[in-house]
């Protein structure tokens, strides 16, 4: 009964931007950690940003300085602007939401998207 849907992905020249949005809905007492990973073809998914519930944030050194993790709890939505994009960030970019689905579960549980690609290419 929960969704994790990305969307905003695309085709973009190095140097552009994007920013990807990520929306959690459905049975949502509350979300702790929400997540950015991508996946290059060929090769494992990796973690790109993470965001806590009260704002902390931590990156990947590869985008440290390009890219911005932020969150609206209240709509249960994570973003991620990346910017002076490069072709080794081309992959499909994957949000990851720790989600309490009711007051008396006893756990956070992962819950995942399906993905957008993001492509970058001159």
């Known amino acids: 009964q929960v969704q994790v849907v990305e969307s905003g992905g695309g085709l973009v020249q190095p140097g552009g931007s994007l920013r990807l949005s990520c929306a959690a809905s459905?049975?949502?007492?509350?979300?702790?950690?929400m997540t950015w990973y991508r996946q290059a073809p060929g090769k494992q998914r990796k973690l790109v940003a993470l965001?806590?519930?009260?704002?902390?944030?931590d990156y990947s050194e590869s985008v440290k300085g390009r890219f911005t993790i932020s969150r609206v709890n209240a709509n249960n939505t994570v973003y991620l602007q990346m910017n002076s994009l490069k072709p080794e960030d081309t992959a499909v970019y994957y949000c990851?939401?720790?989600?309490?689905?009711?007051?008396?579960?006893?756990?956070?549980?992962?819950?995942w998207g399906q993905g957008t690609q993001v492509t970058v290419t001159s």
């Open positions: 990851n939401a720790e989600i309490k689905e009711n007051v008396g579960s006893y756990r956070y549980n992962d819950y």
């Open positions: 459905g049975s949502i007492f509350r979300i702790n950690d």
């Open positions: 965001i806590t519930r009260s704002g902390d944030t």
